[in-house]
């Protein structure tokens, strides 16, 4: 349920920035709320704790979002979704901003774990054959998975490849195991 629901709220302030020509900026302010919130316990602690006052909650996030100097934009949006007891939802908003800006801008994530890193010039070519692929601009994510054994799994949007060992050998034996 909260998915649908940071859903719509992205949807919704995607429709705002795009008319002022505002994704970028957004999405990263949304981002730096969003982590601020996430990496400091005291101030998540405060906005979810029931005893405070809703007053002083929305003044200490002001004072917050005065001092990161983000797009007014963000502010607004921020403090309404506090208002609306919603802003245990921003992380997961921004995440679906993120998203709608992308298919905005013509760009695609791609997130590959790979059993050992990658050189430079592998993540060159793999970057270039995923762009190739998707028709979009392609941010690589790499992570590595030691238990891969070797090769690759790769998801780009909602389409997952996997290439690795462990897939492989785990075919191998449910093809044995069916005789």
């Known amino acids: 349920m909260s998915a649908v ?7 919704a302030l995607m429709t705002l920035a795009a008319q002022e020509q505002q994704a970028e900026p957004v999405a990263q302010g949304l981002d730096e709320v969003a982590g601020q919130i996430r990496d400091s316990k005291e101030l998540s602690g405060f906005l979810d704790n029931v005893r405070v006052t809703r007053a002083a909650k929305a ?3 002001k ?3 005065d001092k ?3 797009p007014a934009l ?5 403090l309404f979704i506090m208002e609306k007891r919603r802003l245990m939802l921003l992380g997961e908003i921004a995440d679906h901003f993120h998203r709608l800006a992308d298919e905005r801008l013509g760009r695609a994530q791609a997130e590959v774990t790979v059993a050992s890193a990658l050189a430079p010039e592998q993540e060159l070519r793999l970057k270039k054959q995923l762009e190739a ?4 601009t392609v941010t690589l994510h790499v992570k590595v998975d030691p238990a891969l054994l070797g090769g690759a799994v790769t998801r780009l949007g909602s389409t997952v490849w996997d290439g690795s060992l462990r897939h492989q050998l785990n075919q191998l034996r449910d ?3 069916k005789g």
């Open 74 to 78: 963000v502010n607004t949006f921020v």
């Open 63 to 65: 004072a917050l979002l």
């Open 133 to 136: 692929l998707a028709g979009k």
């Open 68 to 70: 990161a100097k983000l």
């Open 59 to 61: 003044h200490v996030m």
């Open 175 to 177: 093809s044995i195991l």
């Open 5 to 11: 629901i940071a859903s719509r709220y992205a949807k």
